[in-house]
């Protein structure tokens, strides 16, 4: 299994530009996120999802939206790239049922630059 | 909504030396507790993880202890090792619902000086 992959790995934008984040994961899991590491500001998670079809925001939505058509994709899109977006985005997916533990597996990261 | 503060940011330690890192949560109703890991270039790794019924959890040079009366928790790190270098993070659920997502703390960065 691969596990959790991201496409990109690494982005350069300008501001004002749009693109979108790929987030795939092959372990037919529920539950899926993504999250912006900032130095030292930890994780914030922006969006995430508790199944296809389903979305809902997290700390730190603004200037991001996400789809989730296939229950193995998670997308991450920004229309309009500000230089406060320049991060580390990281997606993760867990399996999710009802009040369970669920350790969350991340993918490598996207690393993102806003000029 | 829940509040997770950690520390200390940055801890620097003699291979061989025990590493401790604590956490604090703001919602009493929280109930789970994992730890995670991320190396670097990596994205972060879960490394052991407590529930609210249990006080302590052991795996090998590892061990995370919480008190629900403070509303703290901590990872233990014995024998430390160059290669237990990285980011620590902590992290709390509040079980509103099956659906609450995990709030982390900013993290630590663990040094490990042979």
């Known amino acids: 299994n691969a596990g959790v992959t991201q496409t990109p790995k690494f982005r350069v934008l300008k501001t004002g530009q749009s693109m979108t984040l790929l987030c795939a994961q092959d372990?037919?899991?529920?539950?899926m996120y993504w999250y912006r590491q900032d130095p030292g500001m930890g994780l914030r998670l922006i969006h995430y999802?508790?199944?296809?079809?389903?979305?809902a925001k997290g700390e730190v939505p603004d200037g991001y939206n996400v789809s989730r058509l296939k229950k193995q994709n998670f997308l991450l899109g920004l229309e309009s790239a500000a230089p406060s977006q320049t991060s580390v985005y990281f997606c993760?997916?867990?399996?999710?049922?009802?009040?369970?533990?669920?350790?969350?597996?991340f993918g490598p990261g996207t690393r993102l630059t806003v000029l | 909504g829940e509040n997770v503060e950690q520390h200390p940011s940055t801890l620097s330690v003699q291979e061989g030396d025990s590493a401790v890192i604590k956490c604090t949560y703001s919602d009493s109703a929280s109930n789970y507790f994992p730890w995670y890991k991320q190396e670097l270039g990596k994205g972060p790794q879960l490394i052991i993880d407590i529930r609210s019924n249990v006080g302590e959890k052991k795996d090998q040079r590892i061990a995370v202890t919480l008190n629900k009366t403070a509303k703290h928790f901590s990872l233990h790190i014995t024998e430390t090792q160059p290669e237990d270098s990285a980011v620590y993070f902590c992290?709390?659920?509040?079980?509103?619902?099956?659906?609450?997502?995990?709030?982390f703390g900013k993290g630590t960065r663990l040094s490990v000086i042979a």
């Open positions: 992290a709390a659920r509040t079980p509103i619902s099956g659906n609450t997502p995990l709030v």
């Open positions: 993760a997916s867990s399996y999710s049922t009802g009040f369970s533990y669920n350790e969350q597996f």
């Open positions: 999802s508790v199944g296809e079809g389903t979305t």
């Open positions: 372990m037919n899991h529920e539950y």
